[in-house]
């Protein structure tokens, strides 16, 4: 979805995803067997991905490097905050209800969403926006001329916005990316371990809180708070100061952005996740009060978006253009890992205990976490500028620097897009 927005633009892609995904959603609630619902959940999924890595995209379109963090933060707490809320409101669903309406409650507001979407999402890709504008352009010349004149974006005119190439280079780059660019394989190894450690707490948090504290359903979900509260606090004090930081290594970098310059929100991510998992781990497995475990968990919802809000605005500003394909790329570990770590996550409890087996995840939480930041602090632009697709200069966004002033009926428009 992240290279389709490339091609057709991230309005399009973005609403069409949503219904796609809202139809499989609904069909959840009406499946009849396991078939049909791991089915349709894959289906709803596939609907469901778009916003994941078309929404850094829209965010790199629209706000300036210096404004980027804040909005950053918004976005990149949403898609954690979800699997939060989500066992919150499933476990009473699920206790005082059916199954069925986890899934028709979640369409229900996809609806709301999906209306607001009709009337407040517009487009923002610049090549979309300029081919639209030439348009407008070419049809006012030839009501008013009579005749057809040959108005061309630059990319139309350079021929890489043909839809065959499109095709052929977009629907691929996130798989070169994926293979050739380090720094998407050095945070994304990274990220994917931090993001399997949440997926890992939310599928053991029910076990966790039903044998050791003897919580039923809807109380032990309300744990789930504990983790939203960690989410929330870091990612609202993070973008509060994350722009800050920007603006004071720029002014200190001669007036020059760079990428870099996001990486100490890592940091203190990098101390908190393993901090957590020790503090939640042992908590549990001394039967310690219930709120040094949340306490720990806390501290893991902390630090994962710390570090998900620094490396996904980073990846934004160093492949900006390409922010779309990129995040795709970057996402693919992370999904693996969320997908992976709560399958072994049983096994190892069962034989380490909480204990251990937190131990040994936080071990290498920091032989992970640690050198990462610091390896792309000090050696980043060297990275970048041997990259096929990261910006190698200033941090200035490629495309709005390139679009005309001028409004569309003057000539000076047809000349700054021909």
Sequence with gaps: MGP?????GRS?????????YLAWNLGCGFAHNTTELILFRFLSGLGGSASLSVGGGVLGDVWRPEERGRAMAIY???????????????????????WRWVFWSTSIVDVLIQVSGLFFLKETFAPILLEDKAKIIREKFDAEKGK???VLTVYESSGHR???RLFRKALIRPFQMFAQEHIIQLLGIYVAFVYGIFYLFLTTMPTIFREIYHEGVGIGGLNYIALGLGLSIASQTNARVVDKIYIYFKKKNGGVGEPEFRLP???????????GLLLAGWSAQQKLHWILTDIGIACIGAGLILVLQATQTYIVDAFTLHAASALAAFSFFRFIAGFGFPLFAPAMFAKLGYGKGDTILACLAIGLGCPAPVLLWKYGKRIRASSKYAHKGQMDHPLVSRAPSHPAGEKGAVKDQA
């Design 265 to 275: 929100s890592v940091f203190p991510g990098t101390i908190l996740v393993p901090f």
């Design 12 to 20: 399009r892609v973005l609403q069409l995803s949503n219904l796609f």
């Design 76 to 98: 990149s707490l949403a898609p954690v905050l979800g699997p939060v809320l989500g066992p919150v409101c499933g476990g009473w669903i699920a206790e005082r209800s059916t």
């Design 4 to 8: 389709f927005s490339e091609i057709y």
């Design 148 to 150: 057809h004149r040959r």
């Design 162 to 164: 043909s839809w065959q």
